[in-house]
């Protein structure tokens, strides 16, 4: 799905129902603009439900101030407004109110976007906005004069997130990964200590590249191949659901036979993937005027490595994240099923699943299936589609059980007589 090309006000509902149905935001906060290329600002309407808003419910601010539609602009159409004269090349304002973010808003902090190798390349430069009443010029002005110093996102002191970009996909992506990186940080800081990128590892993280790979023309695609690309498409979309994946984040793979599997796009969004999206890699070569993940080569390596293993996957969600930032050790002996799908979690440098494919890939395994990389995501393989993807659920969840001990009591660990139980009953050995 090309978002960019749907109209400025199917763009707006879109994306404001995701917003919504992902807790980003209330019924009634949050607002999202569109600047057309006629100069006539699309904005969402004030005092209507956010999670069932339509078409027509948008409304239309012509060039000379004239305001067409059934309903009244945002009451914050002035920040909008205040954006978009400080700087004419943004062409999307999204402004809402997702728990942490407000967080940070409410103690006047910013989110530490080094904390993740990709981070702060998505989101750029943040600056804090003073408080203002919502809705008045003085706030339209306090966000415009930051928007002014070149940034693309800024903090509201007391209220939420105010976003520009080119388009409002853009912005919403910037929003998003903020969030996450919100979320992990207040995650990581109920265990430990958060410890963030040095700038030479953000710099080495810039430095990433596409893989050169040859490419083929595909002119065929078994039953087999579709089968798979439609049910990697129905996980990839579960995940991103999930909040397992975010629309730019995360990559699914595949085996089909010997070295050869399919695996997700770079730059695509995760929730909208459909089976002709993917991108076969067959004997090293790639999909003719496909981009595959920029992960692709650790994929190829791990298949090379393990027969055993038929799908891999590289994600970032947000609790078990919290455990790649800081000193904490994540340890699976919680519940059988965390053990028996996880076993002995490892963490790794960052940098090694660019910088050392082979020596990684090696350390996966069916009887070692997933492992953290520091500052940067985590590994998960499995037998088969499902399987990987439960580990990854599995993963998650389990974090957020530990996370959330926090305030409740130490935790008591399976005793190795009881995993020694667990490794003879599930012919774990």
């Not at 994540?330 to 979690?345: C, G, K, T």
Request: proline fraction near 5%.
């Amino acid at each position: 799905m090309n978002i960019d090309m749907m109209h400025p006000a199917d763009q707006i509902v879109l994306l404001m129902n995701r917003i919504y149905n992902y807790a980003m935001t209330t019924t009634s906060g949050g607002n999202l603009s569109i600047m057309d290329s006629d100069g006539v600002m699309w904005i969402s309407p004030s005092g209507v439900d956010k999670g069932s808003l339509t078409r027509a419910d948008i409304m239309k601010v012509l060039p000379d101030g004239t305001i067409e539609g059934i309903h009244k602009p945002s009451s914050e159409y002035p920040f909008h407004r205040s954006v978009y004269k400080a700087r004419p090349d943004i062409k999307a304002v999204l402004h809402a109110h997702p728990p942490a973010l407000v967080a940070y808003s409410i103690v006047r902090e910013i989110p530490d976007t080094s904390l993740i190798s990709s981070a702060r390349s998505v989101c750029g430069e943040i600056k804090m906005a003073p408080y203002a009443l919502p809705g008045s010029d003085k706030l339209g002005e306090n966000i415009g004069n930051e928007f002014n110093k070149g940034v693309n996102t800024v903090m509201l002191e007391n209220h939420g997130v105010c976003i520009g970009a080119e388009s409002l996909f853009k912005a919403f992506t910037m929003f998003e990964t903020l969030d996450y990186v919100a979320r992990i940080q207040i995650a990581a800081h109920r265990i430990g200590t958060p410890k963030a990128l040095s700038e030479k590892h953000l710099a080495i993280y810039d430095q990433k590249s596409h893989p050169k790979l040859p490419e083929f023309v595909a002119t065929n695609y078994t039953s087999r191949e579709l089968d798979i690309r439609r049910e990697m498409c129905n996980l990839i979309k579960r995940a991103y659901d999930n909040r397992l994946f975010t629309s730019g984040q995360g990559t699914f793979s595949r085996r089909l036979d010997g070295n050869n599997f399919v695996i997700t796009p770079h730059g695509k969004d995760r929730k909208y993937l459909e089976p002709e999206d993917l991108v076969r890699i067959e004997n090293g070569y790639k999909e003719a005027g496909t981009l595959p993940s920029r992960s692709v080569l650790l994929h190829q390596e791990i298949y090379k490595q393990h027969p055993e293993i038929n799908s891999v996957i590289i994600a970032h969600p947000p609790t078990i994240m919290a455990f790649a930032v800081t000193d904490a050790e994540f340890d699976a002996r919680l519940i059988p099923e965390s053990y028996i799908m996880l076993r002995d979690v490892r963490k790794f440098p960052f940098g090694c699943t660019f910088l050392q494919t082979e020596k990684t890939a090696k350390e996966i395994s069916e009887h070692s299936p997933v492992a953290i990389i520091e500052n940067d995501c985590v590994i998960v393989a499995g037998t088969s589609l499902l399987n990987a993807f439960d580990r990854l659920e599995v993963m998650e969840y389990s974090a957020r059980s530990v996370v959330d001990t926090a305030c409740i009591g130490d935790i008591v660990k399976i005793s190795k007589d009881e995993v020694d139980e667990i490794e003879v009953a599930f012919n774990l050995k």
